[in-house]
């Protein structure tokens, strides 16, 4: 086989600990310069949603006015605009208004105390068991959780990390 020839990089390596050393300068002042600009950004946009937020409130109070409104309207003449209930959509020619029934659903607060009183009434039927891998304890005992198909062990992976000073270096 010949000789393996390195890959081109387009990126700066510094040749020297000076050159590193100004290489992190620059990457401090290159964040902090981000940061400043997003910082700015996230001002502008703040200010443009409360102006946005205040115009448009009054237009918010109408609306809410108006659909108060034609929802009592509507409801005091559900039966002439359902067909006496045989519809559940009303067409007033400049849009629609309709009644939906929602799917039944559960709400359940403290589900702990619910499981306990649930078990206590016999109503196990009501109760799911959820079974899923415990990686805790697969990170206790490595060895043997390796040896399972579809289950692996990352050890520890070493990451490289830039902390530039934050005061600015200037050159």
């Known amino acids: 086989m010949g000789k393996r020839r390195a890959k081109a990089v387009d990126f700066p390596v510094p040749q020297s600990a000076a050159d590193a050393t100004d290489q992190l300068a620059e990457i401090g002042n290159l964040r902090r310069s981000i940061d400043r600009r997003e910082a700015d950004m996230n001002d502008h946009l703040a200010e443009i949603k409360a102006a946005v937020e205040s115009a448009v409130q009054p237009d918010r109070e109408r609306l ?29 020619g400049t849009g629609k208004v309709l009644w939906r029934q929602r799917p039944p659903s559960v709400s359940i607060r403290k589900v702990a105390d619910v499981i306990d009183r649930l078990k206590a009434a016999g109503l196990q039927r009501f109760i ?20 399972i198909e579809g289950i692996r062990i990352v050890q520890g992976e070493e990451d490289f990390v830039i902390e530039p000073y934050e005061a600015e270096v200037v050159r």
Do not use: Y
């Open 64 to 92: 809410k006015g108006l659909e108060e409104g034609l929802q009592v309207w509507a409801e005091a003449n559900r039966a002439a605009l359902t067909n006496g209930g045989k519809s559940k959509t009303a067409d007033l």
């Open 128 to 147: 799911r068991v959820k079974s899923e891998p415990n990686k805790e304890a697969m990170l206790e005992e490595p060895e043997a959780a390796d040896a």
